[in-house]
């Protein structure tokens, strides 16, 4: 008996030394801010300034796998793998390029989730007359002529903060989408990361680099920011170390009133732009529900505690809908609604989509509505369409699952050879 119950003791324990131990569950080092990265290298028995060379590593070398932070030991990186540590950049599996050299972007996150971002060579002119750097240097270079050593001269990046929305405004086509999640502070600024990456971006120099070094961001691809509040603003911060400074950022918000109130008391904070598309609130509330919980008068409340910085101005967006909110009488009615509020309008003719019931302005509308609305002191920009013949426009990203993801990324073409 004795003898039985030693050799099952021994059998046991080999069939246990042959169980295949479980995968160790990956886990992103990138969006983790450097009081996070501390601790994680603190728990592995690493001084502290282990934790500065992977934040340099991860946010301004932008690295893509732990082979390439070199500051840091091999025996440290082969620590941090086995721990299942990775850096986990959401991963480009598209790429659609539009004749005016704009992008759009399927980008992978690691559970399969999907989003739309875009690439914009030059903007679409949205930084304009918001009183920052970024729009003096456009306004400038828009008048200037275009340098030979390149064929465009900054670009702007519009990122993605949720997996569809649950805005339902009526005439996006992300609305349609739903809501699926939140992203992660690494997925809204990875975005960015995996973007600059493809384009080999070298943030402040233009040394030795076929693309500007200036890049703007623009939070308006799909989801509400302020519904996605800590995240996004989570994001923000990180993007600030790569360095991109909150200057270079807009945030659009469809009204969400706690995100406005939250956001009038934030230290560091991307310029704000409010995406108003009505005069009144009985034609916002008919394409834009949310109007029901928070209406225009509630809005302007909110802004006017906002502490805007010197020059600063808040920006209102002001998508035109043939019939519907672009009349003369609706300029007349924003110029009543918005006098009084350091502001600018930019405003947007409707980028059209599959199975939408609205129709694009007249342009000679467009360009009355801007005359109207200037003539009462207002700056009133006109938005330029970027990628529409790739639904990259404003309004227009849908998170393209209808094309197999096995698609292979178009080449990125030399400088020289890119639309201007």
Same mark, same amino acid.
């Given at each position: 008996?004795?003898?039985?119950?030693?050799?099952?003791?021994?059998?046991?324990?080999?069939?246990?030394?042959?169980?295949?131990?479980?995968?160790?569950?990956?886990?992103?080092?990138?969006?983790?801010?450097?009081?996070?990265?501390?601790?994680?290298?603190?728990?592995?028995?690493?001084?502290?300034?282990?934790?500065?060379?992977?934040?340099?590593?991860?946010?301004?070398?932008?690295?893509?796998?732990?082979?390439?932070?070199?500051?840091?030991?091999?025996?440290?990186?082969?620590?941090?793998?086995?721990?299942?540590?990775?850096?986990?950049?959401?991963?480009?599996?598209?790429?659609?390029?539009?004749?005016?050299?704009?992008?759009?972007?399927?980008?992978?996150?690691?559970?399969?989730?999907?989003?739309?971002?875009?690439?914009?060579?030059?903007?679409?002119?949205?930084?304009?007359?918001?009183?920052?750097?970024?729009?003096?240097?456009?306004?400038?270079?828009?008048?200037?002529?275009?340098?030979?050593?390149?064929?465009?001269?900054?670009?702007?990046?519009?990122?993605?903060?949720?997996?569809?929305?649950?805005?339902?405004?009526?005439?996006?086509?992300?609305?349609?989408?739903?809501?699926?999640?939140?992203?992660?502070?690494?997925?809204?600024?990875?975005?960015?990361?995996?973007?600059?990456?493809?384009?080999?971006?070298?943030?402040?120099?233009?040394?030795?680099?076929? @693309?500007?070094?200036? /890049? *703007? $961001?623009?939070?308006?691809?799909? !989801?509400?920011?302020?519904?996605?509040?800590?995240?996004?603003? %989570?994001?923000?911060?990180?993007?600030?170390?790569?360095?991109?400074?909150?200057?270079?950022?807009?945030?659009?918000?469809?009204?969400?009133?706690?995100?406005?109130?939250?956001?009038?008391?934030?230290?560091?904070?991307?310029?704000?732009?409010?995406?108003?598309?009505?005069?009144?609130?009985?034609?916002?509330?008919?394409?834009?529900?949310?109007?029901?919980?928070?209406?225009?008068?509630?809005?302007?409340?909110?802004?006017?505690?906002?502490?805007?910085?010197?020059?600063?101005?808040?920006?209102?967006?002001?998508?035109?809908?043939?019939?519907?909110?672009?009349?003369?009488?609706?300029?007349?009615?924003?110029?009543?609604?918005?006098?009084? @509020?350091?502001?600018? /309008? *930019? $405003?947007?003719?409707?980028?059209? !989509?599959?199975?939408?019931?609205?129709?694009?302005?007249?342009? %000679?509308?467009?360009?009355?509505?801007?005359?109207?609305?200037?003539?009462?002191?207002?700056?009133?920009?006109?938005?330029?369409?970027?990628?529409?013949?790739?639904?990259?426009?404003?309004?227009?990203?849908?998170?393209?699952?209808?094309?197999?993801?096995?698609?292979?990324?178009?080449?990125?073409?030399?400088?020289?050879?890119?639309?201007?």
């Amino acid at each position: 008996m004795r003898k039985w119950r030693f050799r099952h003791k021994i059998i046991s324990m080999n069939s246990l030394e042959k169980t295949p131990k479980p995968p160790v569950e990956a886990k992103p080092l990138f969006g983790l801010s450097l009081p996070e990265l501390t601790e994680v290298i603190e728990r592995l028995g690493q001084r502290p300034y282990r934790a500065s060379q992977l934040h340099q590593a991860l946010y301004r070398q932008r690295i893509t796998s732990l082979d390439q932070a070199t500051t840091l030991s091999q025996a440290l990186r082969d620590t941090l793998a086995a721990e299942g540590y990775i850096v986990g950049l959401p991963e480009i599996v598209q790429t659609a390029r539009s004749v005016d050299g704009t992008e759009r972007y399927l980008i992978r996150m690691a559970d399969g989730e999907t989003v739309e971002t875009v690439w914009m060579p030059d903007g679409d002119g949205g930084e304009r007359g918001d009183g920052s750097q970024a729009a003096e240097e456009e306004e400038a270079e828009d008048r200037a002529p275009i340098p030979a050593a390149f064929p465009y001269r900054r670009s702007t990046i519009c990122v993605s903060s949720q997996v569809g929305c649950a805005v339902n405004c009526q005439f996006c086509l992300t609305a349609k989408l739903g809501i699926r999640r939140n992203l992660t502070p690494g997925e809204i600024a990875g975005q960015v990361a995996a973007v600059l990456n493809r384009h080999d971006v070298e943030l402040g120099s233009t040394r030795g680099n076929y @693309t500007p070094a200036r /890049i *703007n $961001l623009v939070f308006m691809g799909m !989801g509400e920011p302020f519904l996605n509040y800590d995240s996004f603003m %989570s994001a923000v911060r990180l993007l600030t170390q790569m360095p991109i400074p909150e200057s270079r950022m807009t945030v659009s918000t469809s009204g969400i009133l706690p995100g406005i109130q939250r956001f009038a008391t934030e230290a560091v904070r991307p310029k704000l732009a409010i995406s108003l598309n009505a005069s009144n609130d009985t034609v916002r509330e008919s394409i834009m529900p949310i109007t029901r919980k928070w209406n225009i008068a509630t809005l302007l409340d909110a802004l006017a505690t906002i502490p805007l910085r010197n020059r600063e101005w808040i920006t209102f967006e002001y998508v035109l809908l043939g019939g519907i909110n672009d009349s003369l009488e609706h300029a007349d009615e924003l110029i009543a609604l918005i006098s009084g @509020t350091r502001c600018k /309008i *930019n $405003l947007i003719g409707w980028n059209s !989509g599959p199975d939408m019931p609205f129709r694009e302005p007249p342009q %000679s509308g467009v360009f009355a509505f801007q005359k109207r609305i200037m003539a009462a002191g207002i700056p009133a920009y006109i938005r330029r369409p970027r990628g529409r013949d790739i639904y990259a426009a404003c309004g227009q990203l849908k998170r393209t699952v209808e094309t197999p993801l096995t698609a292979p990324l178009v080449e990125i073409a030399p400088a020289a050879t890119l639309p201007g």
